[in-house]
């Protein structure tokens, strides 16, 4: 096959939808090889039929389906394992899916009557502070690189929904870092695509700390720091 019926990876995103990150990722991991790869450039290359697994990898990524179970998927050719993979996933959105309108109810009814809201009984950290020597910078970081919305009346950044298990704020003190309160901070986050992840950050003004590594007792990540030196541990999910 010539190079010219081959497309470069620009072009293979266009058409498939998966980001140049993703795609590297995917092809790292063993999950979507390019057809070919220049021996000297690096560049991949991908067939026009390669496509559809590839529009197949991003509609079940977009549901959260983890990548290992997409690997069990793509390899099953009598459909039975693939059929158990897809169930066991749609019973646990289901889950997610009750929990959420469990939770609508009971916040209506709270608003409703004039009722507190029930406290959790689990133990758990649901805040860090960390200093903002530059506070501006730090909230424009977090906003283009994670997408997150900077709530100026509590100082914070909320991750998930309130009484949910994914709720958790993270606060930014423009004063920490004056009169020795506390220096950087170091914190982890789990991002559905490290690399995606990781080059947005940059792109956002994160220093380069340590770029994506895996080890033989976690998940793959990386480390960047924020425009205030706190260190970020992005880890694939």
Request: proline share 4%; glycine share 8%; no cysteine.
């Amino acid at each position: 096959m010539s190079q010219r019926e081959l497309l470069s990876i620009g072009e293979f995103s266009v058409k498939t939808g998966l980001s140049i990150p993703a795609l590297r990722h995917y092809d790292e991991v063993d999950l979507l090889r390019p057809a070919r790869v220049d021996p000297g450039t690096g560049y991949r290359r991908y067939r026009l039929d390669q496509a559809a697994r590839a529009v197949l990898i991003r509609r079940l990524r977009s549901v959260d389906l983890p990548i290992d179970q997409i690997r069990t998927m793509l390899s099953d050719q009598s459909g039975r394992d693939a059929a158990g993979v897809l169930h066991a996933h749609r019973e646990r959105l289901l889950e997610r899916a009750h929990a959420i309108t469990r939770l609508a109810e009971a916040l209506g009814r709270d608003y409703e009557e004039g009722t507190e809201m029930a406290v959790t009984k689990e133990d758990r950290v649901v805040q860090v502070t960390i200093p903002a020597s530059d506070l501006e910078a730090t909230v424009r970081f977090y906003t283009e690189a994670f997408g997150l919305e900077y709530d100026q009346s509590i100082a914070s950044f909320q991750f998930g929904a309130w009484e949910t298990d994914s709720f958790f704020l993270l606060t930014l003190d423009a004063a920490a870092g004056e009169g020795g309160r506390f220096g950087p901070a170091m914190f982890g986050l789990y991002v559905d695509d490290l690399d995606a992840a990781h080059a947005a950050a940059l792109s956002a003004g994160a220093a380069l700390v340590q770029p994506p590594f895996e080890t033989d007792y976690a998940p793959r990540r990386s480390v960047v720091a924020d425009p205030s030196g706190n260190r970020i541990s992005l880890t694939q999910r």
